[in-house]
C-alpha cells in the first residue's frame, strides 16, 4: 500500500502526519518571521545607496532563509539539529541557550505549536484532499504574516503576492470557489481596503493602514471567493477593536498608537477557511 492509500484510509495517520507536518513547518516559519523583515531592509538600503549613486555596503555573510544557520541572539551559538526539535528541545533546555543560558522567547515553540495544531485541524475538518493541502498553505501563510506584521508593521510581498497567485491557481483547479469568484474577490478585497484608506485619508490627512493590509485581504478573496470578504472584514474589525479598546484601557496605550491590522484579518482568515460558511449563513439568519 503506497503512503498516499494509507493516509487516506486512515484519518487519525493523516492528521498525527499533518501535526507533524505542521510542528516542522512552524520551526521554519520562526525563521522566516525573523528573517524576512530583515532581508527586506538589507534590499532597501542597498536600492537607496544606488538611487543616491552611494558606494554599495560591502558585501557581508549571506543571509538568506536558509544561510547562515540559526544561532542564539545573545552569544552567537550556532543551533545544531538536536537543539532545533520543535517543542521538545525548548523543553529540553528548559527555554534557555545551552551555551550563555540566556532566556529564549517562549514565542518560538507558540508558533510551533499554534501551527502543528491549525494544520491537525485543517487535516480533521478537511480529511486527505486537496482542500486540506490549500488550507495548510494558506494557514501558514497567515501565520508568518501576522506576526510579521506585529513585530515590524510589514506585511511583505514576498509572501502576500505569491500567495495571491496560488489562491487564484488553486481555485483554478478545483478549491474552495470559482474562478470568477476567486479574481472578483482578489480585486474586491484590494479595493475595499483601498477605499478605506482613501477615504480615511482625506478626511483625517493621515494614513490610517497601510498597502501590504490591501495585499493580505486580496489574497484572501483569492482564497476563499469574493463572498466571503464582508465576514473577513467584519471579523478583523470587531477583534482589532476589541483588543484595541484593551490595550487602551488595561494597558494604558494612547490612542494615537498605531495598532497593527494584518494579524487581524489573519485571524479572520483563517476563521473564514473553516467556518466561513455557517458563520455567513448564521448572520444572514438575523436579518
Known amino acids: 500500500m503506497s503512503v498516499a492509500a494509507m493516509l487516506q484510509s486512515s484519518p487519525g495517520l493523516f492528521i ?6 505542521g510542528l516542522c513547518t512552524g520551526s521554519f516559519l520562526n525563521v522566516v518571521i525573523h528573517r524576512i523583515p530583515r532581508i527586506m531592509e538589507s534590499r532597501w538600503r542597498a536600492e537607496c545607496a544606488e538611487l543616491n549613486a552611494q558606494e554599495p555596503a560591502p558585501a557581508g555573510e549571506r543571509y538568506n532563509l536558509m544561510v547562515p544557520r540559526s544561532s542564539c541572539p545573545s552569544c552567537g551559538h550556532r543551533i545544531g539539529a538536536l537543539q532545533n526539535i520543535p517543542i521538545l528541545s525548548y523543553l529540553a533546555l528548559r527555554g534557555k541557550c545551552s551555551a550563555c543560558r540566556t532566556w529564549i522567547s517562549p514565542r518560538y515553540p507558540l508558533v510551533e505549536a499554534l501551527t502543528g495544531l491549525l494544520s491537525g485541524y485543517a487535516a480533521w475538518q478537511m480529511g486527505f484532499s486537496i482542500a486540506a493541502a490549500g488550507a495548510l498553505v494558506f494557514t501558514w501563510a497567515m501565520i508568518a504574516l501576522a506576526f510579521i506584521d506585529f513585530d515590524t508593521f510589514y506585511l511583505p510581498d514576498d509572501i502576500t503576492l505569491p500567495l495571491l497567485w496560488a489562491g487564484l491557481l488553486f481555485n483554478l483547479v478545483g478549491g474552495y470557489t470559482d474562478l470568477a469568484s476567486a479574481v472578483i474577490g482578489a480585486a474586491a478585497g484590494y479595493l475595499a481596503l483601498w477605499l478605506v484608506f482613501w477615504l480615511f485619508k482625506l478626511a483625517t490627512g493621515k494614513e490610517g493602514m497601510g498597502y501590504g493590509d490591501f495585499k493580505l485581504l ?15 472584514i467584519l471579523l478583523s474589525s470587531f477583534v482589532g477593536a476589541s483588543v484595541g479598546i484593551l490595550l487602551i484601557v488595561i494597558a494604558r496605550r494612547g490612542r494615537n498608537v498605531p495598532i497593527p ?14 467556518h466561513g460558511e455557517t458563520l455567513t449563513r448564521h448572520y444572514l439568519d438575523l436579518f
Open 218 to 232: 486580496a489574497a484572501i478573496g483569492a482564497w476563499l471567493g469574493w463572498k466571503m470578504l464582508p465576514l473577513v
Open 16 to 21: 498525527a502526519t499533518c501535526v507533524l507536518l
Open 261 to 274: 491590522f494584518g494579524p487581524y484579518l489573519a485571524i479572520a482568515g483563517i476563521i473564514a477557511l473553516f
